[in-house]
């Protein structure tokens, strides 16, 4: 029907450059006094960016030995 | 209590409901028919099918509840995700899913038209549609006041647009809609809740810092790692938290309440029965099993450390309190938490993951009541039978798409009822999910025991959960001030908490039920013929061996194996 992988691995693409971008825009601010001190949206940014695009990647991977 | 968004969370949120409603739009062209619609066409990979079945669990009301369980008893709530949850697994997936899957039922009251008879299902199917509408009532309910309380939303405003974007997907693209959604939002609620998760152990001192400090605040008379322990102190009800005691921990949770709920619930069940075959089916529970048992890192850990929050003036956290008895209101523990912890961007991910949560379970129960109102009633109480398949395919997938209106609008009625009257309301959820129990002794029977006959079922079923409900209306836990949480009737028994009270009432309707339905199988007439009962029960059905051509790890037996080591390692680790 249609590989689930596509869509998740978007999703989650642009979550991670949203919230690392928006993580780069404040890293001075006074907000991540909460988090301990720690720009966890740069950290959640990145895993999720990688996330995504393991998905998409395996999704590509399926595609090719479907093919074949 | 407020939480301010920024426009990040807010267009984190957005993109979510794009992609939710994208999946919707993008399957709509394959819904040809009812069985595409209502049962995903039978074609679903099991790794999908299997994260779909652990996040129907994961509803808004799990969530939220299971955190402030948490706080209000501490790791003792692990038993939900362990003994309450991996047994009952396991024995759906390797014993009951082959008759399940190989009858080619559609559904669990259907499973029991083939088995006994009509009386049986229609029982089963009508109770089960008022259930299910109960059950997504109260959950959405619970989301909007959260959402209007802490977010500021309008709580008409809130319930509806939630509501109606499940609407919209599960109307366009069905069961397979439900499931795709449902992979997408296990892994929101799991990314979502990691930072929260990692920031509330490091606030603490990690795991060490978490000991001392939860022996610190833990009250008289408990052992100082009485919150941080599962079994070890359920030798007496005075002795944890929870007041249970280990026999109605073992047997009530784990092979009642547990083998009912995950053996039985079409809700769940239904996952699997969208596999694309019976391999894949059998996997399905297993792989749900697996996050299941680590989902208490997320959501139970964090309300423990909760606890210590609440304790430590210098942390500035507290949970609202209930106006009329000043006690702290532990279903907000959750998003009190994501307050406390999260800055804008990761925060709009949080209130997304509990956003998600919320549909998952409550597509889980639209797709469910879709299915049951379609066949289980519609087809067998309310139209005539007639002999052109095509023509009635195409009218049952409308009768299915109308089912999941109504559905949708019947739910909404019943969180309207429920913020009116809210007491009723959980009042009857209890009193109809007290029909697992029975039901998983007739299927169990049923599956397991050839001379099971009809009417005996019928009586055990009928039996089993009217003496459910007698339980509840004689006996009250300790401090109760209603009767809706028991004693309506009289009062015989208290028992010192309400699960406690909830334990026991599995135990003694599945006995019963049991009991009956054996008793009258012996001086009642099986009506089924052998051949007909041919691929529903254990002893007339050809033994599943696994292909051996897979490696071991990917059978349904490797992989049960694998889930039970985990599950009785995880049970030491935390004993």
Same mark, same amino acid.
């Given at each position: =029907?249609?590989?689930?992988?596509?869509?998740?691995?978007?999703?989650?693409?642009?979550?991670?450059?949203?919230?690392?971008?928006?993580?780069?825009?404040?890293?001075?601010?006074?907000?991540?006094?909460?988090?301990?001190?720690? @720009?966890?949206?740069?950290?959640?940014?990145?895993?999720?960016? +990688?996330?995504?695009?393991?998905?998409?990647?395996?999704?590509?991977?399926?595609?090719?030995?479907?093919?074949? | =209590?407020?939480?301010?968004? /920024?426009?990040?969370?807010?267009?984190?949120?957005?993109?979510?409901?794009?992609?939710?409603?994208?999946?919707?739009?993008?399957?709509?062209?394959?819904?040809?028919?009812?069985? +595409?619609?209502?049962?995903?066409?039978?074609?679903?990979?099991?790794?999908?099918?299997?994260?779909?079945?652990?996040?129907?669990?994961?509803?808004?009301?799990?969530?939220?509840?299971?955190?402030?369980?948490?706080?209000?008893?501490?790791?003792?709530?692990?038993?939900?995700?362990?003994?309450?949850?991996?047994?009952?697994?396991?024995?759906?997936?390797?014993?009951?899913?082959? *008759?399940?899957?190989?009858?080619?039922?559609?559904?669990?009251?259907?499973?029991?038209?083939?088995?006994?008879?009509?009386?049986?299902?229609?029982?089963?199917?009508?109770?089960?549609?008022? =259930?299910?509408?109960?059950?997504?009532?109260?959950?959405?309910?619970?989301?909007?006041?959260?959402?209007?309380?802490?977010?500021?939303?309008?709580?008409?405003?809130?319930?509806?647009?939630?509501?109606?974007?499940?609407?919209?997907?599960?109307?366009?693209?069905?069961?397979?809609?439900?499931?795709? @959604?449902?992979?997408?939002?296990?892994?929101?609620?799991?990314?979502?809740?990691?930072?929260?998760?990692?920031?509330?152990?490091?606030?603490?001192?990690?795991?060490?810092?978490?000991?001392?400090?939860?022996? +610190?605040?833990?009250?008289?008379?408990?052992?100082?790692?009485?919150?941080?322990?599962?079994?070890?102190?359920?030798?007496?009800?005075?002795?944890?938290?929870?007041?249970?005691?280990?026999?109605?921990?073992?047997?009530?949770?784990?092979?009642?309440?547990?083998?009912?709920?995950?053996?039985?619930?079409?809700?769940?069940?239904?996952?699997?029965?969208? +596999?694309?075959?019976?391999?894949?089916?059998?996997?399905?529970?297993?792989?749900?099993?697996?996050?299941?048992? *680590?989902?208490?890192?997320?959501?139970?850990?964090?309300?423990?450390?909760?606890?210590?929050?609440?304790?430590?003036?210098?942390?500035?956290?507290?949970?609202?309190?209930?106006?009329?008895?000043?006690?702290?209101?532990?279903?907000?523990?959750?998003?009190?938490? /994501?307050?406390?912890?999260?800055?804008?961007?990761?925060?709009?991910?949080?209130?997304?993951?509990?956003?998600?949560?919320?549909?998952?379970?409550?597509?889980?129960?639209?797709?469910?009541?879709?299915?049951?109102?379609?066949?289980?009633?519609?087809?067998?109480?309310?139209?005539?039978?007639?002999?052109?398949?095509?023509?009635?395919?195409?009218?049952?997938? @409308?009768?299915?798409?109308?089912?999941?209106?109504?559905?949708?609008?019947?739910?909404?009625?019943?969180?309207?009822?429920?913020?009116?009257?809210?007491?009723?309301?959980? %009042?009857?959820?209890?009193?109809?999910?007290?029909?697992?129990?029975?039901?998983?002794?007739?299927?169990?029977?049923?599956?397991?025991?050839?001379?099971?006959?009809?009417?005996?079922? %019928?009586?055990? /079923?009928?039996?089993?959960?009217?003496?459910?409900?007698?339980?509840?209306?004689?006996?009250?836990?300790?401090?109760?001030?209603?009767?809706?949480?028991?004693?309506?009737?009289?009062?015989?028994?208290?028992?010192?908490?309400? =699960?406690?009270? @909830?334990?026991?009432?599995?135990?003694?309707?599945?006995?019963?039920?049991?009991?009956?339905?054996?008793?009258?199988?012996?001086?009642?007439?099986?009506?089924?013929?052998?051949?007909?009962?041919?691929?529903?029960?254990?002893?007339?059905?050809?033994?599943?061996?696994?292909?051996?051509?897979?490696?071991?790890?990917?059978?349904?037996?490797?992989?049960?194996?694998?889930?039970?080591?985990?599950?009785?390692?995880?049970?030491?680790?935390?004993?």
């Amino acid at each position: =029907m249609v590989d689930i992988r596509i869509p998740i691995g978007l999703m989650f693409s642009i979550f991670g450059i949203l919230i690392t971008l928006f993580g780069l825009f404040t890293i001075d601010a006074g907000m991540y006094q909460k988090s301990l001190g720690m @720009n966890v949206n740069i950290i959640m940014g990145l895993i999720m960016l +990688a996330f995504g695009l393991i998905m998409l990647w395996f999704s590509r991977r399926k595609k090719k030995t479907n093919q074949n | =209590m407020k939480v301010e968004l /920024l426009w990040i969370d807010k267009l984190i949120m957005i993109i979510y409901f794009i992609f939710v409603l994208g999946i919707g739009w993008f399957l709509r062209r394959y819904m040809k028919n009812a069985n +595409a619609f209502l049962e995903a066409g039978r074609s679903m990979p099991a790794w999908v099918a299997g994260l779909a079945f652990i996040s129907a669990n994961l509803g808004a009301l799990e969530v939220m509840g299971m955190c402030g369980s948490g706080a209000k008893y501490g790791m003792m709530t692990a038993h939900f995700y362990l003994i309450g949850a991996i047994p009952g697994i396991i024995f759906l997936a390797i014993f009951m899913m082959p *008759f399940y899957y190989g009858s080619k039922a559609r559904s669990v009251p259907e499973f029991l038209k083939l088995r006994y008879d009509e009386k049986t299902r229609g029982l089963n199917a009508i109770l089960f549609a008022v =259930m299910t509408i109960l059950a997504s009532g109260i959950s959405m309910y619970a989301l909007a006041i959260l959402m209007e309380k802490v977010l500021g939303w309008d709580y008409n405003l809130c319930l509806w647009i939630s509501a109606l974007i499940v609407l919209a997907y599960t109307y366009l693209g069905g069961l397979s809609s439900a499931i795709y @959604n449902e992979v997408i939002q296990f892994f929101i609620i799991v990314i979502g809740l990691m930072p929260l998760a990692f920031l509330a152990l490091k606030d603490v001192g990690g795991w060490a810092g978490l000991k001392t400090h939860i022996a +610190a605040v833990t009250p008289h008379p408990y052992a100082p790692d009485a919150f941080l322990s599962t079994w070890k102190y359920t030798g007496s009800t005075s002795a944890n938290p929870m007041g249970v005691e280990w026999f109605g921990v073992f047997f009530g949770l784990g092979l009642v309440l547990a083998f009912g709920y995950w053996c039985t619930n079409f809700l769940i069940v239904q996952r699997a029965f969208a +596999a694309e075959s019976k391999t894949a089916a059998r996997k399905v529970p297993l792989i749900g099993g697996l996050p299941k048992m *680590f989902l208490p890192v997320l959501i139970i850990v964090p309300g423990i450390i909760a606890l210590v929050l609440m304790n430590d003036p210098a942390k500035g956290f507290s949970l609202p309190t209930d106006p009329t008895n000043g006690r702290p209101i532990y279903d907000y523990t959750i998003i009190m938490l /994501l307050k406390q912890y999260l800055p804008s961007g990761v925060l709009g991910l949080g209130i997304t993951a509990l956003l998600a949560s919320f549909m998952s379970g409550m597509a889980g129960n639209v797709s469910a009541f879709n299915t049951v109102w379609t066949y289980d009633i519609y087809q067998s109480y309310i139209r005539k039978r007639t002999n052109n398949a095509e023509a009635d395919d195409r009218h049952y997938l @409308n009768v299915g798409r109308i089912a999941t209106v109504a559905g949708v609008l019947l739910s909404i009625a019943s969180a309207y009822i429920a913020s009116k009257f809210g007491n009723i309301m959980d %009042f009857l959820q209890t009193i109809f999910s007290m029909i697992n129990a029975p039901l998983f002794a007739v299927i169990f029977l049923g599956m397991f025991w050839k001379r099971t006959t009809g009417h005996a079922a %019928f009586i055990g /079923l009928l039996a089993g959960f009217i003496i459910a409900v007698l339980h509840h209306g004689l006996t009250m836990p300790a401090g109760a001030t209603t009767l809706f949480k028991g004693g309506w009737l009289g009062h015989v028994h208290t028992y010192p908490v309400e =699960m406690a009270q @909830n334990f026991w009432a599995a135990i003694i309707a599945f006995t019963i039920s049991t009991s009956v339905t054996v008793g009258l199988s012996f001086v009642t007439k099986q009506t089924k013929a052998v051949d007909d009962l041919r691929g529903l029960v254990y002893s007339l059905t050809p033994h599943e061996t696994d292909d051996r051509n897979i490696p071991w790890y990917k059978r349904p037996t490797g992989l049960a194996v694998i889930v039970g080591v985990i599950f009785i390692v995880l049970t030491i680790l935390i004993w």
